[in-house]
């Protein structure tokens, strides 16, 4: 008796903490293809990504990566429009990083992004080298949240960036190689966003990216209630799809 109850209490303290499952993928690109440039300062890039920089070899494809960089600290921007019936939440955004310098890298990544030559408008996540710090920016990139201090060094980094419904949600930063922490990096309060830009993409300066993927979150985890009873599971398994599940009284 002791054991089942002990089990049952266990569901629930493991259930509780899961807000959003990110079960479907939208859209992966690893950039593994043939070299190449942008079409022009403002131009087309291969995957379905457009490019806006001062030159044309300011976004390219190189060595199976995004490179952004002029070796300046120029504002750079890729972006692309969101697959159809995608919202701006509800979603994951993984993917790495390369910090190109810790004293002039300043980089976004993010489901709303401006797509003129400028630094940071949108929602996204930011990861500020010489400040450095990791935030979300949203309402057009004027509003600040999660601001957490983070020490960088040159190299790539993994990033998660977990967007609840409500915009809450948690964001983790780690070096390539090594194991991601057990604890956020930044959690992320609820927030109301007033962004207007509709399209997906990153902007910055002086930084490279990879495996650059969104996951749509389907479904939420469900309940279990065990009140006044005792559950027992023998042989079986029990499934619970979106829906609360009670032993009352048994």
């Known amino acids: 008796m002791k054991k089942l109850f002990a089990f049952s209490i266990l569901l629930l303290i493991s259930f509780g903490f899961i807000s959003e499952v990110f079960a479907v993928a939208n859209f992966f690109d690893n950039f593994n293809r043939a070299n190449a440039s942008c079409s022009g300062a403002t131009g087309t890039l291969s995957g379905g990504w457009n490019c806006v920089g001062v030159s044309a070899s300011d976004n390219q494809i190189t060595s199976n990566f995004l490179k952004m960089d002029d070796g300046a600290t120029d504002a750079l921007v890729e972006y692309r429009a969101p697959n159809a019936g995608v919202g701006f939440n509800g979603l994951q955004i993984t993917g790495k990083i390369d910090i190109l310098s810790t004293t002039q890298t300043l980089c976004y990544i993010g489901p709303r992004q401006n797509t003129p030559r400028n630094s940071g408008d949108g929602t996204n996540l ?5 400040g450095k710090q990791v935030a979300v920016n949203y309402a057009n990139g004027g509003t600040q949240t999660g601001l957490v201090t983070y020490t960088y060094a040159v190299g790539w980094y993994n990033f998660e960036w977990n967007i609840n ?8 930063v780690w070096p390539l190689g090594t194991q991601k922490p057990g604890t956020p990096t930044s959690n992320i ?24 993927a969104e996951t749509v979150a389907t479904s939420t985890v469900p309940t279990l209630k065990v009140v006044g009873g005792t559950m027992k599971m023998k042989g079986g398994t029990t499934k619970l799809r979106g829906q609360t599940l009670d032993y009352i009284g048994i």
Not at 126 to 130: G, K, Y
């Open 126 to 130: 930011e990861f500020f080298a010489s």
């Open 189 to 212: 309060s609820a927030f109301t966003d007033t962004t207007t830009y509709p399209n997906w993409g990153m902007s910055g300066q002086r930084c490279n990216w990879d495996d650059i």
């Open 165 to 172: 419904t409500d915009n809450s949600g948690t964001v983790y």
